[in-house]
């Protein structure tokens, strides 16, 4: 008697138990703590990096500065070439010394052309990644300014993301915003370097 009255009693609490825990499980389900629930944002970032107007912009200044390059690469080319043509025809006329120190000095002149096309071709790239990089900084600071407005926790990268909410798509307010904030970029072009 005594032990079935022990058993009725653990019985009993354990049903309390379960039900108190049940209880807390749903209520803390019901009412979720706001510091670890994430309101997502999802931008197109690189459509954004392709098409807003100031890479546009960039793209541009940069293939009109290529097409300046490849005009002046051109003429180099040709005028070694031209040299080269009259080495070549001087070979038999000139003494051995004497043509082998022509064909030296010119082989100096296409390491230094050969030099000069490399650095155009770093002129445009560092032109480019300096470009992209101040385009970057602005666009973070304006995906970052969204998101707070948004109360956005989360900021992913559309390509990142398979399934989401139209709601979640921030890309064209952005893409509206840093058209807005930055039209154009006046691209620096270091030949110095």
Avoid at 136 to 161: C, F, M, P
């Amino acid at each position: 008697m005594i032990m079935m009255k022990s058993l009725q009693k653990l019985l009993v609490a354990s049903a309390l138990a379960c039900g108190v825990f049940t209880t807390s499980y749903v209520s803390a389900q019901e009412t979720p703590n706001p510091e670890t629930m994430a309101s997502v944002m999802v931008v197109d970032y690189a459509g954004i990096m392709r098409e807003a107007s100031a890479m546009q912009d960039v793209k541009k200044q940069i293939r009109e500065r290529q097409v300046t390059y490849q005009q002046d690469i051109e003429t180099r080319q040709q005028a070694l070439r031209e040299e080269e043509k009259q080495l070549a025809q001087q070979r038999t006329l000139l003494a051995a010394d004497v043509y082998q120190e022509k064909q030296k000095q010119f082989q100096q002149k296409v390491a230094a052309f050969q030099k000069f096309a490399q650095g155009r071709s770093r002129v445009l790239d560092q032109a480019l990644a300096e470009s992209q990089a101040t385009f970057q900084k602005a666009l973070n600071d304006v995906i970052a300014g969204l998101a707070e407005e948004r109360r956005a926790t989360l900021v992913l990268h559309q390509a990142q993301v398979i399934i989401f909410a139209n709601a979640m798509n921030a890309s064209k307010e952005v893409f509206d915003r840093i058209n807005k904030k930055v039209p154009t970029i006046k691209v620096e072009f270091k030949e110095g370097s």
